[in-house]
């Protein structure tokens, strides 16, 4: 359900601002071409539901054109959490420390084979305490137990890439 779903993540949110006092929420619908599949009326519903002055709501169409956009964009971030697969990958692939809520199990596939498979959780079932517990280790340790796994995870996702392009 989309509004346990937002609850959860509005409630994790609002948990890590009490604890770090100086968050900035940036929220990128990742999907808007159709009605049907788009991301915007859920991420305006989050926007929506957190009681936080920091946050934005960053409308893709007028900054992206090209994937290599999105990938500096969320290189940007300090830490990235998402429901879709491919912004998750861009984001990794931007060197980023990323937490996957997935929907599907191609995700967890791809953190599995990247060696970050602890940083996925079940969006239907998964725990708040549990993701922030993940959260606030990821911050508090700066990641520094994972960065080599990070740092592979970014060659293998542009070495990928690569291949894709010159074929």
């Known amino acids: 359900?989309?509004?346990?779903y937002i609850k959860k993540i509005t409630w994790i949110v609002q948990k890590i601002n009490e604890k770090y006092n100086d968050l900035?929420?940036?929220?990128?619908?990742?999907?808007?071409?159709?009605?049907?599949?788009?991301?915007?009326?859920?991420?305006?519903?989050?926007?929506?539901?957190?009681?936080m002055s920091d946050k934005f709501l960053i409308d893709l169409k007028k900054h992206v054109n090209y994937p290599e956009q999105l990938v500096d964009m969320y290189g940007k971030m300090n830490r990235f959490?998402?429901?879709?697969?491919?912004?998750?990958?861009?984001?990794?692939?931007?060197?980023?420390?990323?937490?996957?809520?997935?929907y599907q199990p191609k995700t967890l596939g791809t953190f599995k084979r990247l060696g970050l498979e602890e940083f996925v959780y079940d969006i239907e079932h998964f725990n708040k305490e549990e993701v922030l517990?993940?959260?606030?280790?990821?911050?508090?340790?700066?990641?520094?137990?994972?960065?080599?796994?990070?740092?592979?995870?970014?060659?293998?996702i542009e070495n990928e890439v690569k291949k894709i392009l010159s074929s």
């Open 24 to 51: 900035n929420v940036y929220i990128f619908p990742q999907v808007t071409v159709s009605e049907g599949d788009s991301d915007y009326k859920q991420s305006k519903y989050l926007y929506d539901e957190l009681n």
């Open 1 to 4: 359900d989309l509004k346990v």
């Open 81 to 102: 959490i998402g429901s879709r697969m491919h912004s998750t990958i861009f984001s990794l692939a931007g060197g980023v420390p990323t937490i996957a809520l997935s």
């Open 133 to 156: 517990e993940s959260i606030s280790q990821i911050i508090d340790d700066n990641l520094d137990y994972k960065m080599d796994t990070l740092k592979s995870a970014q060659n293998q």
